[in-house]
T-cell receptor, first 114, second 116 residues
Framework: AQTVTQSQPEMSVQEAETVTLSCTYD???????LFWYKQPPSRQMILVIR??????QNATENRFSVNFQKAAKSFSLKISDSQLGDAAMYFC???????????FGQGTRLTINP | EPEVTQTPSHQVTQMGQEVILRCVPI?????FYWYRQILGQKVEFLVS????????KSEIFDDQFSVERPDGSNFTLKIRSTKLEDSAMYFC??????????????FGPGTRLTVL
């Protein structure tokens, strides 16, 4: 069974600073994908970034980037130049190739201090 | 930009009553999903639906739950006899064909279900 661990229930960062949210997962599969979703107070789930496990290059999406360590089963999210609008719950979620369900971690609540 | 829509945004019901939560997935998507999030907890997978049948379901998705695509646009989740512990945010999601590639799941804004 898949498990996803987000060890930081809460994080805070000063506006314009950089913050890294950690995620580790456990799977015996070799072909999978990893996603970070953001859930602002509106509770809408918004995709932030995705990473294919077969790709060695870390995904980047504007101010968001990941540090994917496949052997360590680690998938951290780095937010650069933090903005007030980044304040939200962030969920890490793997998805196995051929399966359909996302498995979410417990989430990290990110606060941005002005 | 196309989006997943859900109605109602908030549903209040009495324990034991039936509720139907409605979703309109993105029009060219073929896979549909329901997830739920109990307040303060993580998001949990309930069921996936493809080609007019359930393709995968979790242990949460017992006989009290059912899904249906009654027409070409709507996707519904029915809870036959609600319990207090069914109170949660229910998210609908959809994605393109996933047989040969993994596609992003687009989430709707959710329906907050409160069971009294």
């Amino acid at each position: 069974a898949q498990t996803v661990t987000q060890s930081q229930p809460e994080m805070s960062v000063q506006e314009a600073e950089t913050v890294t949210l950690s995620c580790t997962y456990d799977t015996s599969e070799s072909d999978y994908y990893l996603f970070w979703y953001k859930q602002p107070p509106s509770r809408q789930m918004i995709l932030v970034i995705r990473q294919e496990a077969y790709k060695q290059q870390n995904a980047t999406e504007n101010r968001f980037s990941v540090n994917f360590q496949k052997a360590a089963k680690s998938f951290s999210l780095k937010i650069s130049d933090s903005q007030l609008g980044d304040a939200a719950m962030y969920f890490c979620a793997p998805l196995i190739q051929g399966a359909q369900k996302l498995v979410f971690g417990q989430g990290t609540r990110l606060t941005i201090n002005p | 930009e196309p989006e997943v829509t859900q109605t109602p945004s908030h549903q209040v019901t009495q324990m034991g009553q039936e509720v139907i939560l409605r979703c309109v997935p993105i029009s060219n998507h073929l896979y549909f999903y329901w997830y739920r999030q109990i307040l303060g907890q993580k998001v949990e997978f309930l069921v996936s639906f493809y080609n007019n049948e359930i393709s995968e379901k979790s242990e949460i998705f017992d006989d009290q739950f059912s899904v249906e695509r009654p027409d070409g646009s709507n996707f519904t989740l029915k809870i036959r006899s609600t319990k207090l512990e069914d109170s949660a945010m229910y998210f609908c999601a959809s994605s393109e064909e996933t047989s040969y590639a993994v596609h992003e799941q687009f989430f709707g804004p959710g329906t907050r279900l409160t069971v009294l």
